[in-house]
């Protein structure tokens, strides 16, 4: 009983229960939102499952749910490289199983289904890979446009390469437009190009390429470049002529020029190329190219080769001698040129660096002169035309002097220092020459007196350390005979010295007070300290200068002949003769030395003729001269005869190997003024006779001053018997010397 009224109890609860349950359905839940008909298919059918092969998906699903998908790949989720997803649909790229599922969602709640695909294993596919003209192009043209078409498996990647030959080809070689997949090709130069294209299909993990080959051939034009000359000189120009005929109706997209000089890229500098005008500048074979580029990328071109030499002209004055040029007064110098102007470039410069002085071009081929300093001077304006290539250069050099007024200043002649060498010897002096004139309609002639010397530039040195050897400008009492002495007069060892020095002579007018400059540089020539050596460098020195120096008898370089040191610098060169003795502070006049030597052509009977002109007498009016005679040999001496003035009376004594003298007698002489001797050796039978005899006016007569008494070869004087070998001048000193020009030296025989 206790147990049925338990189960009673029970099965009153449950239909409790179930009556509760059933009354709350009358509040009705959301249906989960069903998605159905998932389906996923290519678009042909046959190839669904199919890697590589677009597939769409379809699916239905209750209104105004919201879907969203995913993939899985082999139980995983698939990643990018598996698959692809976009509008179109899905492309499947590997093989294996792909389940596709389809999300709804609505009214918070979610439903799906899903949808499984087997994709087989695809490869990439492509073929009919070839190269088309464009519309109207030419095919296999260079600069023509060509369309790249092929058939590949849907999906692919697509890559292009191109190959010229067995190479790569460049960017400059081609141009390939992937977005309308045309290709331009760019370069053969000439004749035909082998290009290779070769497209790659990449389906996923697989690719395949195919080539198509296009032989790309141009038409280049017929280029022609000839010169009219193939030897110039540099600077001078060629015309060049040049051709262009093109194959097709091509036209020009630009031509050029290049220029190779030995080889290599020639300079701007070495050449101009002007239109078809060229002119090289620098020596040396020089290549001209020409090149036409055409508007489809062929090009051809012509050389010609021109060979240059050295560029070579002439350059003179038009006026030998100094030009003259008034101060602050511009003045054109003219020049003449010839030759190859055109290859050169003129330029001016002077010695003197002062700015006051300017140099310009002038009208036609002269030198503009401006000389804007106030004191007249003398100077050197050089004229240098220098090819425009470099390395090769012409120059002539204007001697220049100022002067206060044109009409009224003295004029220079051809050569200021009236053609004196350009070398001196040292230890010696050389008597400075003049070559000017007063102004036009002046009544009076310059004299030495109006010059003035001074060194301008002193280069000389001895050999000894390099120290200066000193110029020194030194005249005799009389100031008609300034001269210069290059040597430092208190060393012995000073004939050394070597190097230049420029002397500048001033002439002034004595009643315009005007003046005019002169310039000279003077090299110095060593007479050496050896007396056996000095004899020969002066006769060298006065045989090469032989159109300045009148022809003497005098033999410097005579056996036998020794000029002492103070000989040498007691010695002065003159055009006619020779100045004996210098008088000078600090001089020494001590040692005597010959001169120089006369040898006769026969000693029998022989005159010895010359001129003496004295220059300064010394204290008491005092001068000497010694003629040494050597007889029967040369190593034997007779005696001397000298030569002596005391209180301005001339007189001649004798050595005491003359023996007895016969005739005696003197003649009144003065300075600057001429007298003429002779000595007259003859000989009769066996006796000899010396006579010595004097001019003192021209053509006046002759007075004998000294003679002998008749000479045998059995007296004690005997040595005078013997033919004369040589006369030797000497600077004696016993009467203090004196200064005095020895000239018009000769000997020759006579009737006894």
């Known amino acids: ?126 073929t009919d890979v070839e190269l088309v003209a464009a519309a109207g192009e030419v095919y296999g043209k260079v600069g023509m446009v060509h369309v790249l078409r092929y058939t590949a498996s849907e999906g692919s990647e697509i890559a292009v390469e191109v190959k010229k030959g067995d190479g790569a080809a460049s960017s400059a070689d081609y141009t390939f437009d992937a977005l309308h997949s045309t290709l331009v090709f760019h370069t053969p130069t000439t004749g035909t190009e082998m290009y290779t294209v070769n497209v790659t299909a990449t389906l996923g993990s697989t690719f395949e390429s195919v080539g198509t080959q296009l032989s790309i051939t141009v038409d280049p034009p017929t280029v022609t470049l000839e010169a009219e000359n193939t030897l110039v000189e540099a600077g001078r120009s060629v015309v060049l002529t040049r051709t262009v005929k093109f194959a097709r109706e091509d036209g020009f997209d630009h031509d050029s020029f290049t220029v190779r000089r030995g080889g290599s890229q020639a300079a701007s500098s070495e050449y101009s190329l002007k239109g078809d005008v060229f002119t090289p500048f620098v020596a040396g074979s020089y290549v001209i190219s020409y090149r036409v580029d055409t508007l489809l990328g062929g090009y051809s071109s012509a050389s010609a080769t ?43 410069t002077s010695n003197h660096p002062d700015p006051a002085l300017q140099l310009t071009a002038g009208n036609g081929t002269s ?61 010696m002096g050389h008597l400075i020459y003049f070559d000017a004139s007063p102004f036009e309609g002046a009544k009076y002639e310059f004299t030495r007196r109006d010059l003035s010397l001074e060194v301008a530039e002193n280069n000389v040195t001895a050999p000894s350390g390099g120290e200066k050897v000193e110029v020194l400008l030194a005249g005799g009492e009389n100031a008609d005979y300034p001269y210069v002495i290059q040597s430092s007069f208190d060393k012995k060892d000073a004939g050394d010295g070597t190097g230049n020095f420029v002397l500048r002579m001033r002439l002034t007018d004595p009643y315009l007070k005007m003046s005019i400059v002169a310039e000279k540089k003077f090299t ?63 001089m020494s006049f001590d040692a005597g030395g010959a001169l120089g030597v006369v040898r006769p052509a026969s000693g029998e009977n022989v005159r010895l003729a010359f001129t003496v002109t004295p220059v300064t007498f010394n204290g008491g009016g005092k001068m000497e001269l010694g003629i040494g005679i050597r007889a029967g040999s040369f190593d034997t001496w007779v005696d001397y005869l000298d030569l002596e003035v005391n209180s301005g009376v001339l007189g001649v004594t004798a050595g005491k190997n003359f023996g007895e003298i016969e005739t005696t007698a003197t003649v009144p002489v003065s300075i600057g003024k001429p007298f003429h001797i002779q000595i007259d050796r003859t000989k009769s039978e066996d006796k000899v006779v010396f006579t010595v005899f004097c001019q003192t006016e021209e053509n006046g007569e002759f007075v004998t001053l000294l003679k002998t008494a008749e000479i045998t070869s059995s007296t004690k004087e005997g040595k005078a018997f013997g033919s004369v070998v040589a006369y030797q001048f000497d600077r004696r000193s016993g009467m203090g010397c004196g200064t005095y020009a020895v000239e018009n030296v000769a000997v020759f025989s006579i009737q006894p």
């Open 1 to 126: 009983m206790k147990k049925s009224k338990f189960l009673a109890l029970i099965t009153l609860l449950i239909s409790l229960l179930c009556c509760g349950i059933l009354f709350g359905c009358d509040a009705q839940e959301p249906d989960v939102p069903k998605v159905e008909n998932v389906v996923l298919a290519a678009a042909d059918t046959a190839s669904t499952g199919k890697a590589g092969v677009l597939h769409q998906l379809s699916y239905t699903v209750p209104k105004g749910s919201k879907v969203s998908t995913s993939v899985d790949f082999n139980g995983k989720t698939a990643t990018p490289a598996e698959y692809l997803c976009n509008e179109e649909g899905y492309i499947f790229y590997s093989a294996g199983e792909y389940t596709v599922t389809v999300y709804a969602a609505k009214d918070g709640m979610v439903g799906s289904d899903s949808v499984k695909l087997t994709v087989q294993k695809g490869a990439a596919h492509i």
């Open 306 to 348: 021109v060979n240059c030499t050295a560029a070579q002209i002439g350059l003179s004055l038009a006026t030998e001698g100094a030009q003259r040029v008034q101060l602050q007064t511009a003045t054109d110098i003219p020049y003449i040129v010839s030759g190859n102007v055109d290859g050169f470039e003129v330029s001016f």
């Open 367 to 427: 030198v503009r002169i401006l000389d804007n300093r106030t004191e007249t001077d003398w100077f050197t304006v050089t004229v240098t035309y220098t090819s425009k290539g470099g390395g090769n250069a012409k120059s002539i050099e204007i001697p220049v002097y100022t002067v206060d007024d044109l009409y009224l200043s003295p004029t220079w002649g051809e050569d200021p220092f009236g053609g004196m060498p350009d070398e001196v010897l040292t230890n």
């Open 524 to 586: 110095v020539t060593p007479t050496q300290n050896s007396n056996d050596d000095s004899p020969a460098v002066i006769q060298s020195y006065i045989e090469r200068h032989n159109d300045f120096f009148t022809e003497s008898a005098f033999d410097f370089n005579d056996e036998g002949t020794k000029l002492g040191h103070d000989a040498r610098l007691n010695m002065i060169l003159t055009k006619d003769g020779y100045i004996i003795g210098r008088p000078s502070a600090g």
